[in-house]
Structures are given as C-alpha cells and as structure tokens.
Nanobody, 124 residues
C-alpha cells in the first residue's frame, strides 16, 4: 500500500507557471505507475498526465499537451507536474494517483491509490 500527499498548489495568473508535487510513502514507489488528475467544480474528474515506473514513458491529455510535464524522482519517492502557460480553465483540485503496473506501461484510468489533492487556481 502507498500513501500520497500533494503539495505546491496555489493561485497564479494566467500565463504563469506552477509545479505541484506528490510525495509517496513506502519503499516500493518504483513499482507504481503514477498519474495526475484534476477535478473542477461542476465537472467530472479528468485525466491530466501519467508516467511509467521508470519515467521513460509518459502520456498527456490533449488539453495540457505541450504545456504540462510530468516527471518523477524514484530516489525521493516523488512525482511532479510542471504546469506552464496556465489558463483559467486549468483551475481545479489536482490529485496524484498510483497503481502497480508492469515496467514501461502508463494508464489513464483504474488507479488504486489516491492523494487528497491540492488546489490550483488560475486567475484571468
């Protein structure tokens, strides 16, 4: 089992940047593929980005492709989401998630473990 804690959210102006982090407990972080999701008021939770166990494979939602970058540091048990060129429509609670997977695989759904989330607000 793994516990996830997000940090780094906040208020930023449109066009700005923000990096959110997700720290995982446990010794087997490198066994988990990781994902970032977001949930805006009145909308369903949506996939944002995912990364494989080693970090060699990534996947992004079309809405963030070219602006967001997911990365991980297995030595620090942490996954990051660098968000650039932020737009007001990026405003949401951002949550990280984990699932055990084979090497090299990324997923957009069916994650097993979730963090509580961190609020990101982009003002226009």
């Amino acid at each position: 089992q793994v516990q996830l804690v997000e940090s780094g959210g906040g208020l930023v102006q449109a066009g700005g940047s923000l990096r959110v982090s997700c720290a995982a407990s446990g010794r087997t972080f490198s066994s988990y593929a990781m994902g970032w999701f977001r949930h805006a008021p009145g909308k369903e939770r949506e996939f944002v980005a995912a990364i494989s166990r080693s970090g060699g494979s990534t996947r992004y939602a079309d809405a963030v492709k070219g602006r967001f970058t997911i990365s991980r540091d297995n030595a620090k048990n942490t996954v990051y989401l660098q968000m650039n060129s932020l737009k007001p429509e990026d405003t949401a609670v951002y949550s990280c998630a984990a699932r055990i997977t084979p090497p090299g695989v990324v997923y957009e759904s069916r994650y097993d473990y979730w963090g509580q989330g961190t609020q990101v607000t982009v003002s226009s």
